[in-house]
């Protein structure tokens, strides 16, 4: 019986992984296009009307908006802010 060792990859809080490699992180703002590779960065593009991303990210889909009613509570970073 052979053991094999797995080895796991940790990145720096700037970055995220993907497969076996740490990739930038895109700004807020913004959404992963393409992941890095071994000759390119991460490519970013701009949230699309109706969705934002408000922290450093590796994800591919911006998070959408959502409305909340006059008087009512939005949950915006963790707390909620009475409108």
């Known amino acids: 019986m052979r053991a094999f060792r797995v080895q796991t990859i940790t990145c720096p ?3 995220y992984k993907i497969e076996n490699r740490c990739c930038p992180m895109c700004p807020p703002g913004s959404r992963v296009e393409t992941d890095c590779t ?3 960065s ?8 109706g ?12 998070t959408p908006c959502s409305t909340c009613d006059s008087g009512a509570a939005m949950l915006k970073f963790s707390t909620y802010v009475l409108k």
């Open 13 to 15: 809080h700037t970055e």
């Open 38 to 40: 071994e000759f390119r």
């Open 42 to 49: 991460t490519s970013c593009l701009p949230c699309t009307d």
């Open 51 to 62: 969705t934002y991303m408000d922290l450093p990210n590796g994800l591919k889909r911006c």
